[in-house]
């Protein structure tokens, strides 16, 4: 996908208080997603470093990545995020899965720090055929071992899931357990179309109020280092993990306009993983919400 794959003309730059970023292809090479973050005027940008469906992954040149590097230095980008593939699960039952996610969790965090990458962005996982509580136990052991083995500076974060099925890290009590048995380094990668199809009503003004005072009295605000902004097609607890674009799901422009203004959330960078071809609009419509 390059840069004439989609409109940009109309996204403006406002104020720079909040922080906009967008996932992008990785299909074109380090350069052109540079290039079209710096189209998009985006100040963050998540990615997967490899195919989200597994097999082989070409290593980063030292060369590639000095040169993606100083690309970035001269874009508009300010925080850089890597995302894992969803096929990982670091709660499996299945030692060989389980191994297979220890070796990727690692390797990813290892080319995110070749990158230069803030975070690096995992799933909890799902426990499958074992328990809610062998799951979690699973999750905390591989991020323990996998951190005494890092030495680079890329964070890892959790990101809140919809909790369908055996999904691990849906509700801030579990996320709570979790983060109290990993580094405090670890942090939440906040998405706001899994947390509302949890079962969190960031729509309404009380729903809001009261889901903010749980995540402090759970997590701690600071835990969370990266929003992921989606607004949610499914309804609210339905556990149904569909993205809309912002403004036209059930959490709302009025939500998103809470969730900008937050004074906490407001300092962080705000991702959307909206349909790409709606993420200029996107970028426009949280930057007046943001305003407004």
Known sequence: MNNQDIDVSGVKILSQNVKIGAHLPMSG???????????????AVQF??????????????????????????ASSLQTLVVHIPYIVNPASPSEQLYHLAEDLVLEDLNRADQLGAHFLVLHPGAYTTSTREEGQQRLIKLINTVLTRFAGETQLLLENISGKGTEI???LEELQVIMEHVPASVGLCLDTCHAFAFGYDLSSPEGFDEFSAQLEQTVGWSRVRLVHA????????????????????????????RLLHHPLLRKLPFILETPFE???????????LSEG
């Open 230 to 257: 989606n607004d949610s097609q499914g309804q609210l607890g339905s556990r149904v993990d569909r993205h809309a674009h912002i403004g036209e799901g059930m959490i709302g422009a009025e939500g998103f306009t």
């Open 169 to 171: 890290g849906g509700s």
């Open 29 to 43: 090479g380090l350069e052109q997603m540079v290039n079209l973050a710096n189209a998009l005027r985006l100040e």
């Open 278 to 288: 709606g993420v200029p609009a996107d970028i426009q419509r949280l930057r007046e």
């Open 48 to 73: 997967f470093s490899r195919s989200p469906r597994g097999g082989r992954v070409r290593q980063f040149g030292r060369a590639e990545a000095q040169q993606f590097q100083q690309a970035v230095q």
